[in-house]
């Protein structure tokens, strides 16, 4: 079993930045892909960014590229996500997750979550 709990969310003004990490526990994060989702009101739960268990690969939703960077630090046992050039569009509840093999970049591909933690960015 895997637990995690995400922290770093908040209130920003559009062009300003985030950082969000999520800290694991129960079992080693070095053995599980993880990824991050993050969901609107009234929206269903969408893919953000992912990264394999050992770092080497990273993967983004287009709408995010060059602005988000999602890294790890096994030796931490945590993941983050860095948000720069926020927009109002990117506010959403930001969930963190774990997969048991698979690179998550689908909902059903992730086997734990955390609580979310609530990012909005103003205009």
């Known amino acids: 079993q895997v637990q995690l709990v995400e922290s770093g969310g908040g209130l920003v003004q559009a062009g300003g930045s985030l950082r969000l990490s999520c800290a694991a526990s129960?079992?080693?994060?070095?053995?599980?892909?993880m990824g991050w989702f993050r969901q609107a009101p009234g929206k269903e739960r969408e893919f953000v960014a992912a990264?394999?268990?050992?770092?080497?690969?990273?993967y983004y939703v287009d709408s995010v590229k060059g602005r988000f960077t999602i890294s790890r630090d096994n030796t931490k046992n945590t993941v983050y996500l860095q948000m720069n050039t926020l927009k109002p569009e990117d506010t959403a509840v930001y969930y963190c997750a774990a997969s048991r093999i698979i690179l998550p970049r689908r909902t059903y591909e992730c086997d734990y979550w955390g609580q979310g933690t609530q990012v909005t960015v103003s205009s």
């Open positions: 990264i394999s268990s050992n770092g080497g690969l990273t």
């Open positions: 129960g079992r080693t994060l070095s053995n599980y892909p």
